[in-house]
């Protein structure tokens, strides 16, 4: 593969002025969208040297064969163009946006002669006003019955309008009190509309002068001794207050801003919108991110802003996000031309501001993992993912059962590997395994070590004596046995996958080599560029970032890892405490309080005699003695 690119432009013909730029196929498909503000200063990034580019940048690169580029005069106006062309285009290359479509949203037909509200998932009506998302349905529903007490406006459908407003006789719904508009015969067109008005107003920012203004009305009633007018402005009170308590104040009552929590990976990245009108949040937008280039956290914001206030979307005064992106000065520029007034982009950093982003970031770490599982357990996926494997790896089948090991050490001490088993992509709990190494060199002896451990199972006879039950599942050179009379292990894998890039791959193929086993497939996944490596090959396959086949890679790799640090874990937890034990007089109950007040073996074995003494129940003696004794060991 040529180091230079054939289309890289002269140095000297990239304006230094802000732009956009855009990479192009042989086929004059727009590939990638971006902006600088200095175009020859970013595009001098992407034609570096290949091999020191990222995996995926360097793919779309090398798909591209051409560039372009538009200079414009300030960093607003090329904002407003990226935005633009990414919208036109769709860029492949660009991150790919999946909305969550599950959640419904309020709208007002302020376009109608006489607007209604309604419950909607349809967000192109013409000159509607939209409130929520709200995570149910019938939390929507329960809204507006609760508004529409306080603010009767009109919910029949079109057709009953309009045959109301022909006839002269109420609508349906009106003649039951669920519909306060033109058409229930009550009230006339214009005092409908002034009606409209306060209850978007109140909907936009949860205006408590509505509350307040119902109370005066309602005193002033009552001192009048007008008690029916006095009881509809109570009931209206009651449904202002009613409509206020759904939604807790998270901020200070006249604070209206967008908050953004962002949880990612290499892969895809999820988003948590929370709308905050009056300090209350009034909706919840969840959006799934898939990354096809390797892009820094300040530049996702960036684009997430971009995707959030397209057009006809309102910006508040306050926009939260968890790290500025660096033109913010710019966006802040372009969400005022939006708004038509002031617009602060600002981190969250303390207070009921931090804390409320801490809530958003935590829903969107649960929903990335909640995405991963379900593109990992969907049947359809599965099956996708598998076959993408097979052709990928080219394997002669697809890889039905697929061991991934991982080896997990502390500072190169307490070597242990982990085995985790996915066969038609579902893990297999019941089948992983985990072992201790006892000697090793380094990360690559210890990946051979455990495979030709393991693969030397498939070479048993099926009545082969197994480990008996009451064996120590911890003891040097053993490995975790089942109770079953047949070991798992006899069971061969189409794929071995392991932690790591080619150094780990090539010990791996070494030990299917040595072992007779070379009809298993091979191959490794390394975290950092989240490329996959096969025995032999001098260059990674790069699987695009949306193939199912790599979350299920992915997830073996994580699944791996996880399984190894836990028994990791309670290894040295068992050494430590074997080790106390063997302190004369030093009983269970002291030895979890010693830990507990020292919260690691290291900070123990570095306490002196007086500090271990310092813990209830441990006298001088005693703390002379474990002193001594862990000093020896």
């Known amino acids: 593969m040529a180091d230079v690119l054939p289309y890289k432009p002269a140095q000297g013909e990239i304006p230094t002025d802000p732009g956009v730029y855009r990479f192009r196929d042989a086929e004059g498909r727009v590939l990638y969208v971006g902006k600088a503000k200095n175009l020859r200063q970013r595009l001098s990034n992407y034609f570096a040297p290949l091999r020191t580019l990222h995996e995926r940048t360097r793919r779309m690169v090398t798909t591209a064969t051409s560039v372009e580029w538009t200079v414009v005069p300030t960093d607003v106006d090329s904002l407003q163009l990226e935005y633009m062309w990414i919208k036109e285009f769709d860029p492949p290359f660009n991150v790919r946006y999946k909305d969550d479509k599950s959640y419904p949203f309020m709208a007002v037909t302020l376009g109608d002669e006489a607007p209604r509200v309604l419950v909607t998932r349809n967000r192109k009506i013409p000159r509607a006003r939209y409130f929520g998302p709200y995570p149910k349905v019938w939390a929507v529903h329960e809204t507006i019955d609760l508004m529409v007490k306080a603010f009767p406006i009109r919910t029949c459908s079109d057709s009953s309008y309009k045959r109301a407003m022909a006839t002269g006789r109420p609508c349906f719904p009106g003649q039951i009190g669920k519909c306060g508009g033109p058409c229930s015969m009550k009230v006339s067109i214009e005092e409908h509309r002034a009606m409209v008005d306060d209850f978007v107003a109140f909907m936009a920012g949860g205006d408590e002068r509505f509350a307040k203004d119902l109370t005066k009305r309602m005193l002033a009633a009552s001192a009048a001794m007008d008690y029916e007018a006095a009881a509809k402005y109570r009931d209206q009170l009651s449904s202002i207050e009613a409509v206020l308590g759904k939604s807790s104040l998270v901020l200070p009552a006249d604070e209206d801003a967008d908050l953004f929590g962002i949880a990612e990976d290499e892969l895809a990245a999820t988003v948590q919108h929370f709308v905050i009108r009056g300090g209350r949040v009034r909706g919840v937008r969840a959006t799934t991110i898939e990354k096809e280039i390797d892009i820094s956290g300040s530049e996702l914001v960036d684009q997430v802003l971009q995707r959030a206030y397209g057009e006809g979307v309102d910006v508040p005064r306050r926009v939260l996000v968890p790290s500025l992106p660096d033109d913010a000065p710019e ?36 929903a990335l993992i909640r995405h991963k599982t379900r593109r990992t357990t969907d049947y359809v996926a599965r099956t996708q993912a598998l076959t993408d494997l097979q052709e990928a790896l080219g394997l002669g089948t697809a890889p039905l059962r697929i061991e991934c090991y991982d080896i997990s050490h502390l500072g190169g001490t307490n070597v242990v590997a982990s085995m985790v088993v996915f066969e038609d992509g579902l893990s297999r709990k019941d089948q992983y395994r985990s072992f201790n190494i006892a000697e090793t060199t380094d990360d690559t002896d210890s990946m051979y070590q455990v495979l030709m451990r393991r693969l030397a199972y498939l070479d048993r006879p099926e009545d082969a004596e197994v480990l008996p039950v009451d064996a120590d599942p911890l003891a040097e050179g053993d490995d975790v046995v089942t109770t079953r009379k047949k070991p798992r292990f006899s069971y061969p894998p189409q794929l071995l996958l392991v932690d790591g890039g080619k150094p780990q791959v090539e010990a791996a193929a070494r030990a299917l080599r040595d072992s007779g086993h070379t009809e298993i497939g091979l191959c490794g996944i390394a975290k950092r560029l989240e490329e996959v490596w096969l025995p032999g090959e001098d260059f990674p396959v790069i699987l695009p970032r949306t193939s199912e086949a790599l979350y299920l890679l992915q997830r073996l790799r994580d699944e791996a890892h996880r399984f190894a640090i836990i028994h990791q874990r309670k290894r040295r937890k068992r050494d430590i405490s074997t080790v106390l034990e063997e302190v004369p007089g030093l009983g269970a109950s002291r030895i979890k309080v010693l830990l507990k007040h020292f919260g690691s073996v290291t900070a123990l074995r570095a306490a002196t005699s007086p500090e271990i ?21």
């Open 613 to 633: 003494q310092e813990v209830p129940g441990i006298g001088p003696a005693l703390a002379q003695s474990i002193h001594t004794h862990l000093a020896t060991r």
């Open 331 to 366: 966006l802040e520029i372009w969400l005022r031309e939006r708004r038509g007034r002031k617009v602060e982009v600002a981190v969250a950093q303390r207070g009921q501001r931090a804390e409320l982003m801490r809530t958003a970031t935590l829903n969107a770490q649960q």
